[in-house]
């Protein structure tokens, strides 16, 4: 969906991109939603900003991650790198 533009599910041929998903931090105030945060004494750091594209017909929704090759994989509890078989 994300480069055709077209739904894989129902074919309908308008999407909707949202390029930042809302979260709400402890504060109750609205920031993206990442995949991975370090947290430091002065500021977080945020990595993998999360995307959308929504089929208008049925709403079927595809998510992907930006600069998902910046992920620092070591340090995301249970995450790993999962490779096709030759």
């Given at each position: ?12 041929r ?6 930042t ?9 609205v ?11 002065w ?12 089929c ?31």
């Amino acid at each position: 969906m994300r480069s055709s533009h077209v739904c894989p599910k129902c074919r309908h041929r308008e999407v909707l991109f949202v390029p930042t998903i809302a979260d709400r931090d402890d504060a109750d105030k609205v920031r993206p939603l990442v995949l991975h945060v370090t947290h430091l004494d002065w500021k977080d750091v945020e990595i993998g900003t999360l995307q959308a594209y929504v089929c208008r017909g049925c709403g079927y929704t595809e998510l992907y991650t930006e600069n998902a090759g910046a992920l620092p994989v070591d340090h995301i509890p249970g995450a790993q790198i999962l490779r096709a078989k030759a």
